[in-house]
């Protein structure tokens, strides 16, 4: 996240940092997109994004991509106002997991990496979030072809994952990148 990211939620902005630093260390990758918009102010959106949310009532969160741009913004329901609760915290990295990923589906490898980030998000964050109900969820949810077994091995799978990366991630987290960012003026 750059400094030209605009912010409007009722979460308090240092615990929005935190969340949004912990899913850009856990990334694996070498390019991921910029985040350009954070709200839950459907008018802040662009004409055709908040047509969107507007006919889809019942949306928690929804992230729009700017291909062109290598951006994306995110709206979060304005019915968050308790941002210490699991559900609005789940949504909020649900969403930074789409946007910075620039993947829109909710396959394998969106999966993978949002179970890694719960987990990470328990560790390092908030112990009283509860990853393994959430990947739980997160897969019995978005993948109703697969068995009983794939299902509960993938679900194990996650936990192990982030349990092995723990340490690049907190380091990555906690040092690097907040120094970078302290240093940048972020």
Known sequence: ??????????????????????????????????LNLITQDVDQLDPESKAYVLDTPDALGV?????????FDV???????????????????HELTHGYLGCYNHGQRFR?????????????VDPDFTAASMASHLVYRYSRGDSFAYKELEIRSYEDSARREHDHV?????????NAEVMAGV
């Open 1 to 34: 996240m750059g400094p030209a990211v605009k912010y409007d939620l009722s979460m308090p902005r240092n615990d929005f940092d935190t969340a949004d630093l912990l899913v850009r260390s856990a990334y694996r990758g070498n390019k991921l997109s910029t």
């Open 63 to 71: 992230t729009f991509q700017d291909k062109e741009h290598g951006t």
């Open 75 to 93: 709206w979060l329901s304005p019915n968050y106002t308790n941002w210490r609760m699991a559900n609005p915290q789940d949504t909020l990295l």
């Open 112 to 124: 993978r990496f949002l179970g890694r980030v719960l987990h990470h998000y328990q560790e390092l």
């Open 170 to 178: 907190a380091r990555t987290m906690f040092k690097e990148m907040r």
